[in-house]
């Protein structure tokens, strides 16, 4: 049963390549190569922009949770991140069901792992001058639909924290419908809203929207070779 598990959890361990760096090393790496202009000649905004993208992910748990995985096995890096990744979808879902948005340091925790997500798609786009391509395109783009059910979810517990729209929501599944019909741009006029907090939550998800599904997946769709995460072929 164990080995089962372990061929449907980690594949096939033998092809997979140790790295020579830790992900937090690869991290601080890459932020170095970008300060130095390694591998693209940028500067003025381009250049502060891609080292705030690909400094950031050093304040969130992802990329230290990889690191810990590795510490028991390389292979057991992607498991640790799925976990993670699964972890987070079902943080936001928890706290509509339970009712939990009464307690602001749940919201607090909520916002920053979201915040994570994010900017990290756009680090990988734009600020990840030495990573290598994925194992395997069609585990980012399941992990990519993750992520964004993820920011349906938050965003459902953001509407219902208090009456930002024109009528409350009636149970959870009201803010998980709202945030999606949001995200997906339809707007049946059931739901809309009518505070100054209620319009920016919309306008903010509206352009994640844009930003996170469209471009990632026009990214990912045509398998662009930009430099940084497709030309290498080191493991990160």
Known sequence: ??????????????????????PVQKRIQNIKAIWNNDHQDDNGIEKIVRLFLSSSQLF??????????????????????????????????????????????VIWIMVYVLLETVLYIPTLIFASDLFSKPRSYKRSMLLLFLNYLEIVFAF?????????????????????????????SIGYGDYYPITTIGKVLVSAQAILFLFFVILFLNFFSTRIKAKGYFDLDNNS
Request: include cysteine.
């Open 60 to 105: 969130f748990p992802g990329v230290y949770i990889k690191y810990l995985a590795t510490l028991k096995g390389y292979e057991y890096r992607d498991l640790a991140l799925d976990f993670y990744v699964l972890l987070k979808v079902s943080f936001p879902l928890l706290i509509l069901i339970y009712h939990w948005q009464s307690y602001p340091f």
């Open 1 to 22: 049963m164990k080995a089962i598990l372990k061929k449907l959890l980690l594949g096939n361990v033998s092809r997979i390549t140790k790295p020579e760096y830790n």
């Open 156 to 184: 459902g517990v953001l509407y219902s924290c208090d009456n930002y729209l024109n009528k409350p929501l009636e149970n959870w599944f009201d803010a998980v419908y709202f945030s999606t019909i949001t995200s997906s």
